[in-house]
């Protein structure tokens, strides 16, 4: 279903935005009949409320909706934009659309409360449409509610429809779209390519394991995104109890959202090189399934001690991320459900991120408030660098104690990134446990539009 703007409309209703500490004002402007009817409905502001006010024919002449104050809108994103959804079937017209970052949390926000997963249950989407605001890029919003679309429809779709296959297909419909090309490398023929990690984790699996490998754009800057494609994860051997298995459908978001993100940079026609590797395996129990004890060699010939099979995603990104380094991309970006840790440290709601780059991290932070998608830097903190050397072997891919496991799954990443000019994973959720404005239960997509919005800045484009 794609999520776009109405195209303007004579007979659009108008909507006005009322902040909460103006509202008595607001009211006094309005006709005496207009004003005790909104009065009578106890408005006041308070943000995402509405009142419609009728006119002769029974139908609104005028919405006013309620934009709280700074601290609510702080408090709760995307509200303005759901409630505009939730309105009545009409066309609607913001009669003043506010300056700055406002704006455009305010269109993302119906955008992206329209959306429905359809595949298994009809669901229809909301009858109110918004005219698309003239004094931002309504195009370019469409494109990231499109992006958005892809990737939560990714994640919400059960590993029995969104296996390895299934989303090497999703890449390959991706790349028609925009004239892509893409590469998908399978079962055994990922040992003779050298990607060991990627078999070794997914070969138990019924369905063969894959590097799925996509690239667009000949010239200007690499970038380089990788995603765990995990598309369900058993814990393997160590195996998960049913509670935390449940939902592990989604244990491919950070290849949902890096698919995201390059439709996003295709669609936008970034004039940079763009390449897109997901490792593409499902983590499961048979003979063959890899065991706690074992000690595997990446790629790059670094050598693994297993002490948990369920700690498997860093292991199938190792080896995309050491092939991604070998050309030396000018910025490299994974994206991963990697650790509950994460989870632990920053909530759902932010993602967490890694980078050594300075400008690149300040870049990120800014971005991050303008667009609404939450991030927050952890460190790569070099004293715990001890924590993933096990002495037997080069890496342990689960270290006992437990503290600090997201930036120790980082630390482990890193060490397959060294000829990336510039560095950055994101320990990403990917889910919304409950409705929230502009965020229905289930999928999400989480640091792809923050990244989105400073790449022409930090790749100078």
Known sequence: MPLSFAAEADAAIPIRLVDKADAKDALATLSGPASGWAEHHGFA???????????????????????????????????IGAAIAKLPEAVYAIETWPDGPLASEIALGYLFSRYRFSRY??????????????????????????????????????????????LEHAAHDLAELHGAHVIGTHGDSLLDANLPLIHIVGRASDEAPRLIDMSWGDSGPRLTLVGKGVCFDTGGLNLKPGASMGLMKKDMGGAANVLGLAHMIMAEGLPLRLRVLIPAVENAVAGNAFRPGDILTARDGQTIEINNTDAEGRLVLADALALASEEAPDLLVSMATLTGAARVAVGADIAPFYTDDEALAAALSEAAREVADPVWRLPFHAPYEKLIEPGIADLDNAPKGGFAGSITAALFLRRFTAQARAYAHFDIYAWSASDAPGRPKGGLGQGARALFEILPKVLNL
């Open 45 to 79: 502001g308070t943000l995402g409320q509405t009142c419609a006010i009728p006119g002769a024919s029974g139908r609104p002449d005028l919405v006013l909706l309620g934009t709280g104050d700074a601290a609510d809108r702080e408090r709760t994103r995307f509200a």
């Open 121 to 166: 249950r009809n669901q229809s989407a909301p009858k109110a449409r918004l005219v698309a605001p003239m004094h931002i890029d309504a195009a370019r919003l469409e494109r990231i509610a499109t992006a958005e679309t892809l990737t939560r429809d990714l994640i919400n779709t059960p590993a029995e429809d969104m296996g390895p296959r299934d």
